[in-house]
């Protein structure tokens, strides 16, 4: 412990309509904040807090062919299964793991239908774990463009990348879709 992170990332597919295109592009957008807990000197001066990091990247899809990859592995995580009555549950716990949480469009329905799933360390942390890695080497600082537009920002601040995180399904779709 001794330090404190939050991180949201979008993925999304940028298109000038409905319908898959081969010129669609696929883009990430990620916010991170990351904050040491400090220290206190000697106990007699005050406390002195640590540096704050704040990150914003971005990955374009067709320079990363990791991406794709990721798309499609999330596609092969296990069906989600609730415990039921003799499954896990009560109780409460203190860690250190971060817990991930992964949305995205249902693979039926309208439109709006969304999946939500998140855990410790499960299949979807595994999965981002895995995804993490392999995406390292394409963030970049540098904003995508696409037919000759620079991409808008989803997480343009930390209050933009918090209403993101806290966006529900029955909001609809952010009021600058792509």
């Keep these: ?3 404190t992170a939050d991180e949201v990332t979008v993925i999304s597919r940028i298109s000038n309509g409905n319908a898959l295109r081969p010129s669609d592009a696929w ?4 916010r991170r904040y990351t904050t040491s ?11 002195v807090p640590g540096p704050v990091v704040r990150d914003h990247r971005w990955i374009d899809g067709r320079t990363c062919p990791a991406l794709l990859t990721a798309l499609r592995d999330v596609t092969a995580l296990p069906p989600v299964s609730f415990g039921g009555p003799d ?9 250190d793991t971060f817990m991930t949480t992964l949305r995205g469009p249902a693979p039926y329905g309208v439109p709006a239908d ?18 993490e890695e ?3 080497p394409c963030w970049t600082p540098k904003k995508p463009s696409h037919q000759g537009a620079v991409i808008e920002e989803y997480l343009s601040s930390a209050a933009a990348a918090d209403a993101w995180a806290r966006r529900r399904p029955e909001d609809g779709p952010p009021s600058h879709e792509r």
């Design 1 to 3: 412990m001794g330090s």
């Design 27 to 30: 883009v990430a957008e990620q």
């Design 37 to 47: 807990l400090g220290r206190i000197p000697d106990g007699k001066e005050p406390y």
């Design 87 to 95: 499954g896990v549950g009560g109780g409460s716990f203190a860690t």
């Design 114 to 131: 969304e999946i939500r799933r998140s855990d410790y360390g499960g299949p979807v942390a595994r999965w981002w774990q895995r995804t």
């Design 134 to 136: 392999a995406l390292e």
